[in-house]
């Protein structure tokens, strides 16, 4: 005899399943891989002449140059996320900002994020750096030994700001925080440094002379405890798209003032947004990025890999001509092919 009650169960049960495949057809765009999947994955650079395409938020790049974990003048810190390639003309800056800062009396970097070897939307983290032109810098020097692997995954930077608070702490600010951004706001290249409100209030309040490299320190959310160094599109890459200049002036007006009040931090009201990295697939990226995924890798990462000035060797001869089209001239050991054997 059937159970007409269970039967009834069944029935809704199987009503619901039915009514699955509907739903799902709706968004068939989840179908797609995302693009912080495929490129997530990457391990490597796509041995390609250096280009970077589409925007800071959108996009993608090629014939990345990786930072080694240790240079002269540098520490890379969280090495398990592999996001310490860039576009070389990002990476010959970094790697100068190294040098000029230990001159200025900055021991050296700690290297926060990069991007990954081949750009694209990350697994976590940054909505921006996907194109090979933003790095992380911390606002701590490099201490006067070599962190181990587990230090560098562990070790948390820390905030200059007063506890609960918009404003920096003056017992953590030094002249050499306030030295080491204006060294990198004085490479041309360098369109932007995002720093939070209350460090860019600290350097309006503080900064005597010339103060025209202010226009390029740039107010944002988090960036308490490390700057974000972004530089323009390098020559070469027609594919990137420009960001609207900052305004001119120091930026210590209103727009600043704006950030101490309460609307900049007022919690989100409405339903949540997804985040663009959640929804972007392939097809919202330049066409390129397609290219850029299928291109072939570089033999290994130390061929492609930066070790600095007085560092070891990177490489030996080229095994085809045009693995890598010619570099802008930088001067810092440049990674060249090795015969795969
Ligand atoms: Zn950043």
Redesign the pocket.
């Known amino acids: 005899m059937i159970n007409f009650r269970h039967f009834g169960k069944a029935a809704l049960l199987l009503g619901a399943i039915m009514a699955l495949p509907a739903v799902s057809s709706g968004m068939a765009v989840a179908k797609e891989p995302l693009a912080k999947t495929l490129f997530g994955a990457q391990q490597l650079p796509a041995a390609t002449a250096p280009k970077s395409y589409g925007f800071y938020s959108k996009g993608c790049f090629a014939g990345g140059i990786g930072m080694a974990a240790d240079g002269p003048n540098w520490q890379g810190m969280r090495l398990s996320r592999n996001r310490h390639w860039g576009h070389p003309e990002l990476v010959r800056t970094v790697e100068q900002l190294s040098r000029d800062a230990a001159r200025d009396g900055w021991r050296g970097l700690l290297l926060?994020?990069m991007s990954q070897p081949r750009g694209g939307p990350m697994l976590s983290g940054?909505a921006?750096?996907q194109i090979g032109l933003?790095?992380?810098i911390w606002f701590m020097p490099m201490p006067d030994r070599r962190l181990s692997y587990d230090e560098r995954e562990q070790i948390s930077a820390v905030s200059l700001l007063k506890r609960d608070s918009l404003y920096v702490d003056d017992r953590k600010w030094t002249p050499a925080h306030e030295a080491v951004l204006r060294r990198a706001a004085s490479y041309g290249n360098v369109e932007r440094i995002?720093v939070h409100p209350g460090i860019k209030k600290k350097l309006c309040d503080t900064v005597r002379g010339d103060r025209r490299w202010l226009s390029k320190i740039r107010p944002f959310w988090g960036?308490d405890s490390?700057f974000?160094m972004r530089i323009g599109c390098p020559a070469g890459s027609p594919g990137c798209k420009e960001q609207s200049a900052p305004p001119r002036g120091d930026g210590c007006d209103d727009a600043l003032a704006w950030w101490f009040t309460e609307e900049p931090w007022r919690p989100a009201t409405g339903p949540a947004k997804p985040k663009a990295r959640d929804v972007m697939t392939l097809a919202s990226l330049p066409a390129e990025c397609r290219a850029v995924l299928e291109a072939p890798a570089p033999v290994s990462a130390s061929a492609v890999t930066v070790t600095g000035i007085g560092g070891a060797p990177i490489a030996a001869a080229p095994v085809t001509a045009r693995a890598f089209s010619p570099l802008p001239a930088i001067d810092i050991p440049l990674p060249r092919w090795r015969p795969a054997d």
């Open positions: 926060g994020d940054h921006s750096h933003d790095a992380d995002l960036h490390h974000h």
